[in-house]
């Protein structure tokens, strides 16, 4: 184990029979082919314009010069070498990005990145996703969470619903909440004060139900019947128990990007980070943006960044300024929708570079009208869901789409990539 200078302890308690599993963290480095790669747990995306210098500067001193946003809404700092994790780590305690040792990696919380401002919006997430990580945090056995064991806090407009949360709040009237398990609706209700309990008690009892099963499970939908049998657990919670179950919001939500008015008068700002690479100068460039907001700089899940609270022509005027910066704050860029994982000659798996041969084809064909996920071996690590998928072979690429799969030279990889995003899903 890495030190902690002041990083604050909490007795884990795990289950004899959880295998570890290899989710990176703060404390816990990856080895990657270009050195150590950190992940900083950012609960619901949410960073204060200081913090996000400081990651700048971390990046700067130690790593490649970039963060990396991650599809959790968390980010990473990778090329690190071994001897930087320990300094890494007390700069991220002293500025409020690694409150705890024991449970860092299971900080996983997705939110919706308006804060209820936006349309649809009916529960501000903020004050939720704060009470829930205090409540983590506090919580001894909750230390025995898998890294991958994932929260969504949803304003009610359903745009975190899709991204896979073992536990998710979605409000179904300003006045009551539903808990999905696994993003199953089973009829389980709470009022909005009871929010951040109600999920702390549910994952108590995945705990409690993986233990009785002897199970090795790191996600609730991995655990035998495990949405019913945490249901049961629950009984006498403050949860009320209802018959009309609802369908769950489907579909895929469009990334808040470009100027967007919020609830009560002001206006937020969202870029796009292509690639998800985000440089020292941006960050730096964003934390100034900020500062002229709510003081907060959000990370999204569709690794783009969100600053509200902006009055209309402070917003417009900084769309393009970030534009020119290389954060494009148009929905049409075409940016849009394009993802990728690490590639060679960051990641000793991968057959190729994707994020250069990705860039490529952005320059050939502009903006397309489905995502994109560009991928260096089949893991297909970072992978949203409905994208259509581009995988590296040893001869090329493979680009999938459903149960449609081409394989594809270079000379036709623009053109067969592009084909594939106009196609109807």
């Excluded at 404390?27 to 270009?34: G, V």
Aim: aromatic fraction near 4%; proline fraction near 7%; glycine fraction near 10%.
């Amino acid at each position: 184990m890495w030190s902690t200078g002041s990083v604050r302890e909490v007795p884990a308690q795990r289950p004899e029979l959880a295998r570890q599993d290899a989710c990176p963290g703060a404390l816990r480095p990856h080895p990657a082919a270009d050195g150590l790669l950190v992940r900083v747990r950012l609960p619901g995306g949410l960073t204060t314009p200081a913090q996000l210098a400081a990651l700048a500067g971390l990046a700067r001193e130690f790593s490649d010069g970039h963060l990396e946003l991650t599809s959790r809404a968390n980010v990473q700092l990778r090329a690190l070498p071994a001897d930087s994790v320990d300094e890494v780590a007390r700069r991220l305690a002293a500025c409020g990005l690694l409150p705890s040792a024991s449970h860092e990696r299971v900080r996983n919380i997705l939110a919706s990145p308006m804060d209820g401002r936006g349309p649809g919006g009916r529960l501000p997430v903020r004050p939720v996703v704060a009470e829930l990580d205090r409540r983590l945090l506090d919580e001894p056995t909750l230390a025995a969470l898998s890294g991958r064991f994932l929260f969504a806090v949803d304003d009610g407009g359903g745009d975190v619903l899709g991204f896979g949360a073992d536990l998710a709040l979605y409000p179904v009237s300003g006045r009551e909440i539903a808990l999905l398990l696994a993003g199953v609706d089973r009829g389980l209700r709470l009022a909005p004060r009871d929010a951040a309990s109600v999920l702390v008690e549910a994952a108590s009892a995945f705990l409690a139900e993986r233990a009785a099963q002897e199970s090795p499970a790191w996600r609730l939908a991995d655990l035998a019947v495990g949405p019913s049998r945490v249901s049961e657990r629950m009984v006498g919670s403050s949860l009320r128990r209802v018959s009309d179950v609802m369908s769950v919001p489907a579909g895929e939500p469009e990334p808040p990007v470009g100027v967007l008015a919020e609830s009560g008068g002001r206006y937020a700002v969202g870029a796009l980070v292509p690639l998800g690479r985000l440089s020292g100068e941006q960050a730096h460039l964003l934390a100034r943006l900020g500062e002229l907001g709510r003081g907060e700089v959000v990370v999204t899940p569709w690794r783009t960044v969100l600053v509200g609270g902006l009055d209309e022509e402070t917003a417009t005027a900084w769309t393009r300024q970030l534009g020119d910066a290389g954060l494009p704050a148009s929905p049409e860029s075409p940016w849009a929708g394009v993802f990728a994982c690490a590639g060679e000659p960051r990641c000793a798996k991968a057959l190729a570079d994707v994020r250069a041969d990705a860039a490529e084809v952005v320059r050939q064909s502009g903006r397309g009208s489905r995502p994109v996920h560009w991928a260096g071996c089949d893991r297909q690590c970072g992978k949203p869901a409905g994208a259509v998928e581009v995988v590296a072979t040893r001869n090329g690429y493979e680009v999938r789409d459903g149960d449609t799969r081409r394989h594809c030279p270079s000379a036709r990889l623009a053109a067969t990539v592009s084909t594939a995003r106009e196609a109807r899903a």
